[in-house]
């Protein structure tokens, strides 16, 4: 019987098939985070104070901070954004043209103008982007981030529920917690994506889609429930 030794054993060690499997593990791990974020409660989501305005700058960082996070619609489009930009050419502008539209959809909401059927659009997005992303071809950089634009006006306005009223420091602070935390998940899942697609075994594409068809789920749970309820 032959028996491997130790060096034959650290020969046979490829750091990049373990670099893959460690980001295809993170995308699973996301992707059934997201699952588990379903369950939270909608009021919990939306109003991260418990309804309460935020009175100081910690209390709306904090809120700007934890709304995209509880928020499971807000959290699985910021999601699938940082994932799409990274298999787009120059896709860092999708999650960009999003979070500043989303800052613009929340002035929207703060100067009293009205977006219909705000939460409908928000849950559409997700299935929307979730769509693309299981797409096989890579998507067009200009109609994504147009898309995404659109979106984050609905997102934001979305947002500015939980800071009408509140003083100006806090506001202030909301729109700058909401914006940092966006952009860091988006880039956390611009990182997992770039590591995905460095390597070049096995279609690192299928993972995408993967991600695309439980993200895509995700929005058809969240259009029925508006649909629903």
């Known amino acids: 019987m032959t028996h491997c030794t130790f060096p034959a054993r650290l020969k046979a060690f490829h750091p990049f098939s373990f670099l893959r499997s460690l980001a ?3 995308v699973s791990v996301g992707v059934v985070g997201l699952g588990l974020s379903l369950l939270a409660l909608p009021a919990l989501a939306h ?3 418990g309804g309460r305005l935020p009175a100081n700058f910690f209390e709306g960082f904090m809120s700007g901070v934890a709304h995209p996070v509880l928020g499971p619609d807000h959290f699985a489009f910021v999601v699938a954004a940082g994932l799409l930009a990274a298999i787009a050419p120059r896709g860092v502008w999708i999650p960009v043209a999003f979070v500043l ?3 613009a959809g929340t002035g929207m909401h703060l100067m009293r103008l009205n977006l219909p059927a705000a939460e409908f659009f928000i849950s559409a997005s997700v299935l929307c982007f979730g769509w693309v992303l299981a797409m096989k071809q890579r998507p067009n950089l200009i109609v994504v981030s147009g898309l995404a634009a659109l979106a984050g006006l609905f997102h934001g306005y979305a947002y500015g529920e939980a800071i009408v009223g509140a003083e100006m420091t806090p506001l202030f602070a909301y729109l700058v917690g909401f914006t940092c935390i966006q952009l860091a998940i988006a880039l956390g899942a611009f990182a997992v994506g770039r590591a995905l ?4 075994s096995e279609q690192p594409m299928l993972s995408f889609r993967f991600a695309g068809f439980a993200i895509g789920g995700a ?3 969240f259009l029925s ?3 629903l309820g």
């Open 219 to 221: 929005g058809v749970a």
């Open 101 to 103: 539209a989303g800052l």
């Open 225 to 227: 429930g508006v649909i």
């Open 197 to 200: 697609l460095g390597q070049s």
């Open 24 to 26: 295809q593990m993170m």
């Open 47 to 49: 109003h991260p104070l």
